[in-house]
């Protein structure tokens, strides 16, 4: 059982424990001890999103790494898939990011990459564990690490996104609301896009250390929908604060979510290679979204919510794309991670060679319409071996037809079960949403 190692590294807020500085300290002696290189010097990466703490923990983590024999190569604030990139590409033993992806600025985290580019597998960090729980002790001065700040880290990293289009794709013509959301890819995004031909219009690109998804970015499209259709743009871009996740919005001003991005991608493979092997989703992944794999004879499975079960559901069957409704999508033949501007540049060249809107390729998929429901719960209820609840969902899933899903979801963070219901007719999935979330909130008071 870890102690302090979540689904996606480690995180909290800044200042309550396990994010302190003394903490990333021993964190960074502790990744140093269990990366040690018998035979050369330890190598490792640290990349950072604009949170104001990002600067501390930097620090911490260098002293740390020093006290252990490590080196360390500082490449400034990047976005998440850019520190798996180089991790890869720079032969370095270990990736390090500094980030808290989506939440607010005084929350703050650390992910790690493998050498190959992919996170770390449970043993390395149960190892990790063990470490901190020692007695730090620092080698002798002649071994003590050293720090080293890469400057060319961000156009290593663009030209990598520039080759995961073809060649001949051009963006010549298109006009794109960018929104960094004052993020890790505030700088290199906008070049990526610019330097492949488009008309780039760059919104949240100004990070002050506390305005990091501030109203902006991937979870807050209000502002990049509304700016769409002042600009008359041809689309928009929204990125996350660690820029691993990507939501667009077409023309209309109308929002196309990580679900219909995956289907876009997933369709352009299809039409280019004649085969895919199949995609993954989530238990969260629209309705709407399986049906239109069905009818493009795709095969598509549900992972657990959270890209790391996404990313083990592909390992697990060999497949290459997969994603979650948030906008996290992974292309595993284009990178090891999500990838916010990567996933962007699949769905850019998919217009390219159809020739047609993002508008018109979403209509790929017919959305339906989802209800989600929190139910408080007292602590320490299950819901395994109620017969009111079990009856209650067979009741609705035989009044759904097969037109519709119900989903029953405990929280892992919060004493909630998540009732979700979604189907065609959006005046019955609500009220059935209603009147199974009542049912659980009787059986589980």
Known sequence: MKKY?????????VGNFPITPEFVLKLGWAIGRVFADPKKRTKVLIGKDTRISGYMFESALEAGLAAA???????????????????????ANVGIVISASHNPYYDNGVKFFSPDGYKLPDDIELAIEAEIEKLMEVVSSDKLGKAIRLDDAPGRYIEFCKSTVDREVNLKGLKIILDCANGAGYYVAPCVFRELGAEVVELSVDPNGQNINEYCGATYLNTLQKIVKAEKADLGIALDGD?????????????????????????????????IEGVVGTLMSNFGLEQAFKKQEIPFVRANVGDRYVMAELASRGWRIGGEGSGHIVCLDKTTTGDGVVSALQVLQAMFYSGKSLNDLKKGMDKCPQVLINVPVATGKVMSGNKAIADAVTKLEKTLEGNGRVLLRPSGTEPVVRVMVEGHDSKLVQSSAEALASVVKEALK
């Open 5 to 13: 190692f979540g689904t996606d590294g480690i995180r909290g807020k």
């Open 243 to 275: 820029a691993d996740r990507v939501m667009m919005v077409d023309h209309k001003g109308e929002v196309v979510d990580g679900d219909e991005l995956l289907l876009i991608i997933a369709e352009q493979r299809l039409k280019q290679t004649g085969k």
């Open 69 to 91: 024999g490590a080196h360390t190569y500082l490449l400034g604030p990047m976005p998440t898939p850019a520190v798996a990139y180089l991790t890869q590409t720079l032969r």
